[in-house]
């Protein structure tokens, strides 16, 4: 089976997660995870099968897919959890992406990797990477969970003091991965434009002189 994008653990209980941001703004040292493992039978279902299509994979974040799937009751993943209190909020150096049975790495050193590579800091990952590289081509897998809302040996949880990411929180990772689409788009035109120079402008003064 290829390796699988936004699939972690929680590194102190290896507890299953989805990675549903790697940064937050603001914040890149934290991220926000699904835990799975005791969600609804239908609703992890939905999350599993949204991870492994093509929508999860090719997505730079995992949110951007959430926002768009529906659930069995026709709410959208990405809102409903957000509004039930099942984001939580990590430390990137508590979650391990693990992209197959074999791999696994630290996100906070997957998140440094991919800084270094774009040659930006971490905190710029969260607003607009500068390359238009998606990070499927890094094969990076999830994160695991923290002491937040962790799961005790019973599957009972946990309080902690961490809370479910702000509506504030949520709308600016959204303006960000705005910000980042486009930008990608707009290099994407120009690398267009490097390749094969648009001939509209040629062609129209052609058919003047005639």
Do not use: W
């Amino acid at each position: 089976m290829a390796d699988l994008k936004h699939v972690g653990r929680v590194a102190s209980n290896r507890r299953k997660c989805a990675v549903v941001f790697r940064t937050l703004p603001n914040d890149p040292d934290s991220c926000l995870i699904l835990p799975t493992e005791n969600l609804l039978p239908e609703d992890h279902d939905a999350v599993i099968n949204l991870l492994e299509s093509n929508a999860g994979q090719t997505a730079y974040e995992f949110a951007e897919a959430m926002d768009r799937a529906l659930l069995n009751d026709g709410s959208r993943m990405l809102p409903r959890f957000h509004a039930t209190g099942k984001l939580v909020k990590m430390a990137t150096k508590d979650i391990e992406m693990v992209p197959n049975h074999t791999a696994s790495v630290l996100l906070s050193e997957l998140n440094q990797i991919i800084a270094d590579q774009r040659g930006v800091t971490i905190a710029d990952l969260t607003v607009s990477p500068s390359n238009a590289e998606r990070t499927r081509d890094l094969g990076e897998p999830a994160v695991a969970e923290q002491p937040v809302n962790s799961m005790d040996t019973n599957d009972t949880v946990v309080e902690t003091s961490e809370q479910p990411m702000s509506d504030e929180d949520l709308a600016a990772q959204y303006r960000s991965q705005a910000d980042r689409l486009y930008k990608e788009a707009k290099a994407l035109r120009e690398q267009a434009e490097e390749l094969v120079p648009t001939k509209r402008k040629a062609k129209a003064k052609t058919e003047e002189s005639a």
